[in-house]
């Protein structure tokens, strides 16, 4: 029996892969769960078709984030964070406040997307964050920790 699976399951396959599966997993587990729906001919033609119009609208959204990510490449924002007389500062720099300067920067970005290459900021200096755009586009960013 062929089913096209509607979510990613452990062991059997990715959303909107077609796989094989015996009768009774396919007609008494997958199907009544909403897993996935039973292979049909109709069915088939109405997954190649949102297949064909996903990868559309996914080269489109790929071709916006390479664009982003070339205006991101040149860019270096500055962070303020209250800094003792040795140059260490208060509390740790995240994901959150360099999320924050690169929106104020007018670069929109969701600090979920953000990577920071170090374990964590405690010191000033300048360190790079890569930002992911889109599943493979990203960018790195580099960005400056000052004393308030």
Same mark, same amino acid.
């Given at each position: ?118 374990? *964590? ?16 586009? *990203? ?10």
């Amino acid at each position: 029996m062929e089913v096209i699976l509607k979510q990613d399951i452990k062991g059997l396959g990715f959303a909107d892969e077609l796989v094989k599966v015996r009768p009774g997993y396919g007609r008494n587990f997958l199907i009544p769960r909403g897993m996935a729906v039973l292979a049909t001919e109709g069915a088939r033609k109405m997954h190649a078709e949102v297949l064909k119009q996903r990868a559309f609208k996914e080269e489109k959204l790929r071709k916006e984030a390479q664009a982003n990510a070339e205006k991101l490449a040149g860019v270096t924002i500055k962070i303020g964070a209250k800094a003792g007389e040795n140059g260490k500062i208060f509390g740790s720099v995240t994901t959150i406040q360099v999320a924050e300067a690169l929106n104020k920067a007018g670069y929109p970005v969701e600090r979920k997307n953000i990577e920071i290459s170090e374990d *964590s900021i405690k010191a000033l200096g300048t360190y790079n964050a890569k930002v992911r755009l889109f599943k493979e586009v *990203s960018a790195t960013v580099s960005f400056e920790v000052v004393a308030e």
